[in-house]
Antibody, heavy 121, light 108 residues
Framework: EVQLVESGGDLVQPGGSLRLSCAAS????????MNWVRQAPGKGLEWVSY????????YYADSVKGRFTISRDNAKNSLYLQMNSLRDEDTAVYYC??????????????WGQGTLVTVSS | EIVLTQSPGTLSLSPGERATLSCRAS???????LAWYQQKLGQAPRLLIY???TRATGIPDRFSGSGSGTDFTLTISRLEPEDFAVYYC?????????FGQGTKLEIK
């Protein structure tokens, strides 16, 4: 069974940093691309970042480019999101999501339950 | 960046009725890399349709997707009580994988 478990969400002050993790199990992690998607309270889904299976291709939303860094450790079956210079508008539930296939162009077929990041003074 | 606009914002229907949800892109979506997701309150999204018209694993055949280029449609042929939720479209053909703002399907 595919499982994705996010962790690392917390209350942080504006300008602060946080690192999110996503532990994957039930599939060959190194074969699939991964995404981070967030959802502000009461709002819609916002795609944040994408990383290919080998980390060779990485994309970011304009809203986080230069502040967030996506990475993965295939040996540890883990996905990460380093978030720096956090702003109030980064407050959201952050989901990690696995691609349906190993292709670069694949939708997110499996999702974790999310971890809450709150940016507030 | 491709902007996706979903309509209507809210759709009020009764169980057994047919639902038609629209997703319009600001520019052509490459190779119909368009997906639909369902999200219920307090839950993670669930993939319904990808490649504009391919049902994901385990999705009932009352859900169907169609369209190409800039205009896409999700149709639910006969609404079941569990179908009332928020639906999002997403394009994943460009480097920035944008979502639409969502359509809330509510019980009339």
């Amino acid at each position: 069974e595919v499982q994705l478990v996010e962790s690392g969400g917390d209350l942080v002050q504006p300008g602060g940093s946080l690192r999110l993790s996503c532990a994957a199990s039930g599939f060959t992690f190194s074969s699939y691309s991964m995404n981070w998607v967030r959802q502000a309270p009461g709002k819609g889904l916002e795609w944040v970042s994408y990383i290919s299976s080998s980390s060779s291709t990485i994309y970011y939303a304009d809203s986080v480019k230069g502040r967030f860094t996506i990475s993965r450790d295939n040996a540890k079956n883990s996905l990460y999101l380093q978030m720096n210079s956090l702003r109030d508008e980064d407050t959201a539930v952050y989901y990690c999501a696995r691609g349906v296939s190993g292709s670069v162009t694949t939708p997110s077929g499996y999702w974790g339950q999310g971890t809450l990041v709150t940016v507030s003074s | 960046e491709i902007v996706l606009t979903q309509s209507p914002g809210t759709l009020s229907l009764s169980p057994g009725e047919r639902a038609t949800l629209s997703c319009r892109a600001s520019q052509s979506v490459s190779s119909s890399y368009l997906a639909w997701y369902q999200q219920k309150l307090g839950q993670a999204p669930r993939l319904l349709i990808y490649g504009a018209s391919t049902r994901a694993t385990g999705i009932p055949d009352r859900f169907s997707g169609s369209g190409s280029g800039t205009d896409f449609t999700l149709t639910i042929s006969r609404l079941e009580p569990e179908d009332f939720a928020v639906y999002y479209c997403q394009q994943y053909g460009s480097s920035t994988r944008t979502f639409g703002q969502g359509t809330k399907l509510e019980i009339k």
